[in-house]
Structure formats: C-alpha cells, structure tokens
C-alpha cells in the first residue's frame, strides 16, 4: 500500500489501494440485501421513483445524491457521477445499521474505535490542509461552510458544523492564530459515527470535508469575498 493523491480529488492523500472495485462489490451487495423502507428510514433517505427505478434520494453536503435501490449508477442529482472511493462511503453510510440512541456529543477522531490507530494520517490529511487554507483567511470558513449547508455553532473561535449524510455531521473548529500560537483546527464527529460509518471512512471523510471547503473558499473568492 502506498499513498497518493486521489484521481479527481488533488486535495486528498489517502492510501492508495488496488481493490476499490471489490470493496464496491461488496459494499453494494450488503445494501441489496436490506429492506429499502428500513434503509431509508435510518439513513433519512427518501425512497423515490424515476423512469421505473426506485431510488434512494441521500442529502450529502449541499447536494442530493441518487442511489438506486438496486445495482446501478449513483450520481447527483444533476447527473454528475462520485468517484468510486465517494460511492463506497455512500454504499457504507445507506448499508450501515444505525443507532437508536443518537447522541450530540462530540468526540475527536482518535476517540472513535480503533482512531487512534489512524490518527496521525488523519490529522495530516485534514487538519494540516485545513489550517493551511483558512489560517490567513479564517472569516471565510463560515461562509465556505454555508456552501455546503453547514451551519455556525459554538467552540472554538469559529466553530461550523456541516452535514455530511444526515446522521453523520462533522464539525470543524478554529483557532485563531496570535503572536504566541499559530491557527489550529480540528474535526469532531457525533459520538455514535461508528454505528454509520467505519473508521476508515471517516478518515476518508475528513479528507472529503476540507476539500470541499476549500473549493468552496475558492467560489466565494472568485465571486469576491464573502457576504
């Protein structure tokens, strides 16, 4: 196993694998073989129906995904496609078996069962990044989270949270940098994650969170700042 950037995602250093195929295969099979109603109704996904197909509709980030309920190809819902690594978080968040005693509280990446074990990599594909493109320009992060339907919350010197999947929102805390200390940041997941996902979708997650935050940064620098 190396590591590497992912094809149509520069932001992301993450390992690279040869079996993405297979982990799809396998990640779709589990889901075919739930009840559709049960799957929707952990997930917050709505069961729809187009040109025959019955389809889960998934809020992720700012936009809508459609996954058929059977094999298929998962897109937004303006057609655009995911990359294969987005489609096996996806298949994982829509298969997993979900938690009824959902929680508010927040815990670090290394809190997560078996985190520690990932931490350092995790820290170095999201935390550094993260820092480094909003610690000159931290009044953006708000704005950048608003994008992708986050929203401000307390912690922190700016705090955002932004919802991922619907039982699955990631926040994002900030520290803003004096003569003493640098910027700092973090991300927190709810506690129960680990009923949705496991630990090393999570680690892609945070790869996934900022980089769709600094596209969003690079939006709103482009249309001149925020608002």
């Known amino acids: 196993m190396t590591e590497g950037a992912l094809k149509g ?14 982990a799809y295969r ?3 099979e589990a889901l075919n073989a739930r009840h559709p109603e ?10 729809i129906e187009e040109a025959g197909d019955r389809l889960y509709k998934l809020p992720y980030f700012d936009d809508p995904l459609l996954v058929p309920v059977l094999d298929g190809t998962m897109r937004y819902a303006d057609g655009r496609e995911l990359s294969l690594w987005e489609q096996i978080v996806v298949l994982h968040y829509l298969g997993s078996n979900g938690t009824v005693h959902k929680t508010d509280r ?5 809190e997560i069962p078996d985190g520690r ?10 935390k550094a990044p993260l820092v480094a493109a909003f610690g000159d320009k931290p009044d953006v992060l708000p704005a950048a989270a608003a994008l992708l339907g986050g929203v401000r919350t307390d912690g922190a010197d700016l ?8 039982n699955v929102p990631v926040s994002v805390t900030f520290w803003l940098g004096d003569d003493e200390f640098p910027p700092d940041a973090n991300l927190l997941f ?8 496991p630990v090393e979708d999570v680690a892609v997650l945070g790869g996934l969170v900022v980089g769709k935050l600094k596209a969003a940064a690079k939006r709103i620098d482009t249309q001149g700042g925020p608002r």
């Open 190 to 197: 709810r506690a129960d994650i680990g009923a949705f996902l």
């Open 26 to 28: 396998s990640a779709r």
């Open 117 to 126: 074990f990932y931490d350092a990599a995790f820290l170095r594909r999201s």
């Open 106 to 110: 927040l815990i670090a990446f290394r």
């Open 159 to 166: 705090a955002v949270s932004i919802p991922a999947f619907p």
């Open 38 to 47: 049960a799957v929707a109704g952990h997930s917050g996904a709505e069961l």
């Open 9 to 22: 995602f520069p932001y992301l250093d993450i390992p690279v694998q040869t079996n993405y195929e297979e």
